[in-house]
């Protein structure tokens, strides 16, 4: 039984990866393809071996709920100590990924408070200037319905523990420390969802190019650039102020981050290639930053969101690169192969076989517009035909030297197609996939949960 690591680096596109993280060894993956375009899609494949729809973890119901034993409960069962750690409100005990696992801890930013207490964490990370933003802080938790008593008790333990602003205080900085004080005293499974790269691409001051850029609510961008004549598509009165972002800014801002991100995780790296045999290195979804008329990751299986980092350090993966077609399902199987030896009885194949059968194909799915969004958009004064324009369903095709995807616009193709007929493919890998989606997300996300989404540009 073996040591593994899975850390995911959380909306790190390709390209970025391929820049900053270029002294990571191993074997590169450069055709690796996220069955999603959001986190939470990405990560119920990673922990089920199954599509999203498959799963259950879609628009419909973000909660990681299916029936069926999820990676870390099957590797508890086998005889595995299992260790998470996340800083994305996503992949949290608040959607129920902590299933199966020993130890399950976040940032402050995933295990702050209940909504009556004044969120310390987050105003202080948004202010530069501590005493300042004590100051600010103390007011805003005096008024606005909060819990002043408590709030101001976390307020002084904040300022107590000196730590809100320093750079373990982060989820990167946090996990290196809690990578380099891992000794395992018997077979250890360890996951991680790093979040740095992710908007508002926020990185220290020592790292930026330029002040970090705010893209403001996500979705709204997304739905601006999606038609040709703004005024036309939206109800009168919607905020435009960003309607045109700056895309070399943002671009910038978030290439900071990366970096950064890649300078703190090559120490975190370093600790845990001496702890574990396996170290497993991905994302979960890419970025846009206006190309195809789209920003960030909120619709769409566009390419620069799909194709995403992965490379797997240990015996077997010798350094060096493969362009075979593989998928976050992949990792699946390949975690439980390394675990016990035996061939699991799900999607994907294992990782160290790959350049031996380069005829498969995947899927990549993007399942609508959630409902709390859906009520947001609505909130800001978009007309339900712009939101029902973009509330649809769209696959891609991920094959050897080739991915096709469905867009308003048609269907789209990087590369040259190895079968005869790629929509029928996606078809019939589609009819294949059983869709077990029901519920409805919208009543069980509690306010504090959903402020943090919206922050997030998911709601």
Not at 27 to 33: I, K, M, Q
Not at 127 to 156: I, N, Q
Not at 230 to 257: C, F, I
């Amino acid at each position: 039984m073996t040591n593994i690591a899975v850390v995911v680096l959380d909306t790190v596109r390709s390209d970025a990866f391929n820049e900053a993280f270029e002294w990571l060894p191993g074997t590169w993956f450069d055709a690796a393809y996220s069955t999603s375009h959001w986190t939470g899609g990405a990560h119920a494949s990673l922990f089920t071996g199954m599509y999203p729809s498959e799963a259950n973890v879609t628009v419909a119901d973000w909660a990681l709920s299916t029936p069926d034993r999820v990676l870390a409960e099957q590797l508890g069962a086998a005889g595995y100590r299992t260790r998470a750690f996340s800083a994305n409100i996503n992949v949290s005990p608040a959607y129920g990924y902590d299933r199966g696992f020993d130890v399950f801890e976040g940032t402050r930013d995933t295990e702050y408070p209940k909504s009556s207490v004044f969120n310390w964490y987050r105003h202080l990370e948004e202010h530069e200037h501590p005493r300042l933003a004590y100051l600010t802080g103390a007011a805003a938790a005096m008024g606005r319905g909060y819990d002043t008593g408590r709030s101001l008790r976390f307020g002084v333990a904040e300022a107590l523990a000196g730590t809100s602003l320093g750079d373990d205080d982060d989820g990167a900085g946090r996990f290196r420390s809690l990578a380099e004080s891992l000794s395992p005293s018997g077979p250890t499974f360890l996951f991680a969802n790093l979040m740095e790269a992710h908007q508002p691409y926020r990185a220290p001051p020592s790292y930026r190019s330029g002040e970090p850029y705010d893209m403001g609510p996500a979705f709204e961008a997304t739905l601006r650039n999606r038609f040709d004549d703004p005024d036309d598509a939206l109800a009168d009165g919607v905020d435009r102020e960003h309607a045109q972002p700056d895309a070399d800014r943002a671009r910038t801002a978030y290439e900071d981050s990366v970096r950064y991100l890649s300078d703190v995780y090559r120490e975190a790296f370093d600790a845990l290639s001496a702890e574990f045999d396996y170290v497993v290195t991905l994302g979960d979804h890419g970025e846009l930053f206006g190309e195809h008329g789209v920003w960030e990751h909120g619709y769409g299986v566009y390419p620069e969101v799909t194709n995403v980092p992965l490379v797997v350090t240990g015996p077997d993966f010798s350094d060096g690169r493969t362009d075979a077609p593989v998928s976050l399902l992949d990792v699946y199987h390949t975690v439980l192969s390394l675990a016990d030896g035996t061939d699991p009885d799900r999607r994907g194949r294992d990782l160290r076989a790959v350049d031996d059968e380069r005829s498969v194909t995947y899927l990549t799915e993007y399942n609508g517009v959630a409902t709390m969004r859906r009520e947001t958009l609505r909130e800001r004064g978009y007309t339900p035909a712009v939101i029902d324009s973009v509330d649809v369903e769209y696959r891609g095709l991920v094959a050897d030297g080739y991915y096709g995807f469905e867009t308003n616009d048609g269907w789209r193709e990087v590369g040259t197609p190895p079968i005869e007929s790629p929509q029928e493919e996606v078809a019939t890998l589609r009819e294949a996939v059983p869709d077990n989606r029901d519920g409805d997300e919208t009543s069980s996300v509690p306010p504090e949960v959903r402020r943090r989404l919206e922050e997030l540009g998911y709601a």
